[in-house]
C-alpha cells in the first residue's frame, strides 16, 4: 500500500508533496508514541 501512495497522489501542497502528506496522516495515530519524529506533525 505504501508503495503505490506516489502513484495516485502527485499534487503539490505546503507540507511537501501529497504523498509526503498522506504518509504523515496515516502516522499521525501513533504520535504520542516515544518513537514518532516531531517533523511529522501536522494540523488537521
Keep these: 500500500m505504501l508503495a ?3 502513484l495516485v497522489t ?3 501542497s505546503d507540507v511537501g508533496g501529497t504523498s509526503e502528506f ?3 496522516c496515516m502516522a499521525s ?3 504520542d508514541h516515544p518513537d ?3 517533523g511529522w506533525a ?3
Aim: a negative charge; proline letters at 17%; glycine letters at 6%.
Design 10 to 12: 502527485d499534487i503539490g
Design 4 to 6: 503505490n501512495i506516489p
Design 22 to 24: 498522506v504518509l504523515m
Design 36 to 38: 514518532y519524529p516531531e
Design 29 to 31: 495515530p501513533y504520535r
Design 42 to 44: 501536522i494540523e488537521l
